[in-house]
């Protein structure tokens, strides 16, 4: 069941500095997808992970589904979790484990497949991708356009309810761009709502219903592509 994230006057700020993200309010509905564009360092991905319950506000609300994510038991809140993807721009991968057990992981912790069930569908993805080779390295083996790509993989194995892109084409080619393309529109014609960073225009336009822009921690604009005006942290800039 598709899942609903809403922000009430949320903010946020490290110990001990400036708000990042300045009484931020806005919603992502069950198969619409919300891009957020900014410079670098301007809190793309502290808001996504406000979004997502893995970081508190230090002010305002996270809604998920009308629940107030914070103030759910931490049960609750884990069950909630469950329910999005998240694909971390530094790829987030376990140190230790090979690419394959590092797909495998989620797979066999939260799902009920059988053991050939995920080898069979992890060197699917793997195949698609080119990454065949990879399975069994380790994370510090890859280039970050790699570990990159194994993050993707994880996150689309998994179909969850809600899904966090967060910078997705970072050192990525046009097949894979195309790739991700694909997949967030198959995700969105399931009803899955969806929150994207990216430097890629082609996936910007082609993806996004609408965009969502910072500036100094606040919203700057939030609607269609069409009225944003030029959207600063794309490379080059862009005016729509």
């Known amino acids: 069941m598709a899942v609903k994230i809403e922000l009430k006057d949320l903010s946020f700020a490290y110990e001990g500095g400036e708000d990042i993200v300045r009484s ?8 619409e997808v919300l891009a ?26 996270l809604l998920v589904d009308g629940k107030n994510f914070w103030e759910l038991s931490a049960g609750g809140q884990l069950e909630l979790r469950h329910r999005m993807g998240f694909s971390f721009q530094e790829a987030a991968l376990v140190a230790n484990m090979n690419v394959f057990d590092n797909l495998a992981l989620p797979l066999r912790y939260y799902g009920d497949l059988a ?4 080898e069979s569908s992890i060197n699917a993805w793997l195949g698609r991708l080119n990454l065949g080779a ?15 790509k194994v993050s993707f993989i994880r996150t689309a194995l998994l179909g969850r309810d809600f899904l966090f892109w967060d910078s997705p084409t970072q050192d990525a080619d046009d097949a894979f761009i ?7 529109q198959e995700q969105k014609k399931k009803g899955v709502g969806q929150l994207l960073t990216t430097q890629s225009r082609g996936l910007l336009f082609r993806s996004a219903d609408r ?21 600063a942290g794309l490379p080059g800039g862009r005016d729509l």
């Open 178 to 184: 195309s790739l991700l393309g694909d997949e967030i």
């Open 36 to 61: 957020v564009v900014a410079p670098v360092g301007a809190g793309k991905t502290t808001l996504l992970k406000l979004c997502a319950g893995l970081l508190p506000p230090t002010g305002g609300s």
């Open 24 to 31: 931020a309010s806005f919603s992502v509905s069950p198969g």
């Open 134 to 148: 990879a399975g069994k390295s380790l994370p510090a083996a890859l280039s970050s356009g790699v570990r990159q």
């Open 211 to 231: 965009v969502l822009t910072l500036d100094g921690g606040k919203i700057g604009y939030l609607g269609p592509l069409k009225g944003a005006g030029t959207l």
């Open 115 to 118: 053991e050939s069930e995920i």
